[in-house]
């Protein structure tokens, strides 16, 4: 998921006078740039490491652990329109170097947090991290188009799409590695231990996110130091003021007002997917804390990538609305596949929803924004802000697990209900209609 800025932007000088002197200037830049990419990805797909982790260490209820998410996804949705202004008030280079640091100052957050075994803390140096990297991902696409030739700027983004989506793999693969212990104990366990082990016990779970959230913030702190040192391109803003009246106006278009309720629903189920594969690769699958991480990297962020790549060579070939439904139904059936079944071929199922989500989001922003014309920026804006779904979601899907008795299966309702919304947008929803005229509100 990235961030798309409201506003154009073009290189300061003439078209031509810029690339004259070749590329090889850009590459050092766009190296840095591509980074972001990769960073805020991580970001993300530590999260779902973080919420089995940090309910076994700050003994959460499934409803509590999932207000990791909240955090996040929160702090996109306040920052939406706030990043914006911070770019084009203080630049791209310096609000990325701004943007860095604060989530920098996030993940060091994250010491005191493990030391105090703080969970209000804990969120709040997520929500610091998802401001910093919300300013990120407004600027990073701009900037990746501009550092090269104009004809071969959307070979770059999506070079950059793919390393961002190799985090998918990797952060799970580093989480596992270095957070989760594969040390479960039920609460009744937890209750009879005498009261010196089981503190030792929970602190030392709190303890392993610290080196990881460290060297994220040194990553985070490099970075920033070479944007600092190095020179970009400038870039200009041509955006304009808009009154909050003229969001209410481009709902008039009736295939956008049903883009962001789709694009709302689907980052809500891809993070409640995420969120809790591990506890139900455990239940459903049969499979120790462990294996459930790796099978995280494995096997979804794996196919996540297979099709990533795969569905971009599909849509050339079949309507970009066709294949969104088809998808759509696919994770249904592999949603409920998941729901009723039992042993580890459920993990597998949990994959394939990776493999079939992964064009989802390109695709409803692109079907969204379709016949906008002069509305195409606050359209765009509009399916940015609908990521906030990934902050509702997961915490009504931890509310059923509880309600369930812990039971995690019964939670997959949640992502099937939003599946079937989007199979909705894919066979109706996406259809382009005579708008009424927009009205003017005082």
Request: hydrophobic share 50%.
């Amino acid at each position: 998921m990235a961030l798309m800025p409201v506003e154009t932007i073009a290189p300061a000088k003439k078209p031509g006078t810029e690339h004259t002197a070749g590329t090889n200037k850009f590459l050092v830049p766009f190296i840095l740039v591509t980074c972001l990419f990769f960073l805020w990805g991580m970001v993300h797909n530590l999260d779902s490491i973080l919420i089995p982790h940090l309910k076994k260490a700050c003994e959460l209820t499934n409803r509590q652990s999932t207000l990791i998410d909240t955090a996040v996804f929160f702090a996109y949705f306040v920052m939406a329109i706030p990043a914006g202004i911070i770019l084009k008030k203080w630049g791209y280079k310096k609000g990325i170097i701004g943007g860095l640091l604060v989530a920098a100052t996030g993940a060091l957050l994250f010491v005191p947090a493990a030391n105090t075994r703080s969970f209000e803390l804990f969120l709040l140096a997520l929500f610091i991290i998802g401001c910093g990297i919300a300013v990120l991902e407004t600027a990073a696409n701009p900037y990746a188009a501009v550092l090269g030739k104009p004809e071969t700027a959307g070979i770059r983004l999506n070079f950059a799409a793919a390393i961002n989506g190799l985090a998918v793999f990797i952060a799970p693969l580093v989480g596992t590695l270095f957070i989760l212990s594969g040390i479960s104990h039920s609460k009744e366990q937890l209750a009879a231990m005498p009261l010196a082990e089981k503190a030792a016990y929970l602190a030392s779970e709190s303890a392993s996110v610290k080196i990881p959230y460290l060297t994220l913030c040194g990553g985070l702190l490099l970075v920033a130091i070479l944007f600092f040192f190095f020179r970009f391109p400038e870039v200009k803003s041509e955006a304009k003021s808009v009154k909050v009246s003229q969001f209410f106006n481009v709902l008039r278009h009736r295939h956008l007002s049903w883009a962001v309720l789709a694009q709302f629903v689907y980052v809500g189920a891809q993070v409640c997917v995420t969120s809790f594969f591990i506890r139900m690769a455990q239940q459903g699958g049969g499979l120790d804390e462990k294996t459930a991480g790796f099978y995280l990297a494995t096997v979804y962020g794996v196919l996540f990538l297979v099709g990533r790549f795969s569905g971009t060579f599909f849509l050339k070939y079949v309507k970009q609305q066709k294949l969104l439904t088809i998808y759509a139904v696919a994770c249904t059936l592999l949603c409920l596949a998941a729901i009723l079944g039992k042993g580890e071929y459920v993990v597998y199922c949990l994959g394939g929803l990776g493999f079939f989500m992964s064009i989802m989001f390109p695709t409803i922003f692109s079907l969204g924004i379709v016949e906008l014309g002069e509305d195409t920026k606050l359209g765009s804006s509009l399916l940015v802000m609908s990521i906030v779904g990934g902050a509702i979601f997961p915490y009504l899907m931890g509310t059923i697990i509880d309600l369930s008795g812990d039971k995690i299966q019964p939670g997959y309702v949640v992502p099937l209900v939003c599946y079937l919304v989007i199979i909705y947008f894919g066979i109706r929803g996406y259809k382009v209609k005579q708008h009424e005229k927009p009205v003017e509100l005082n």
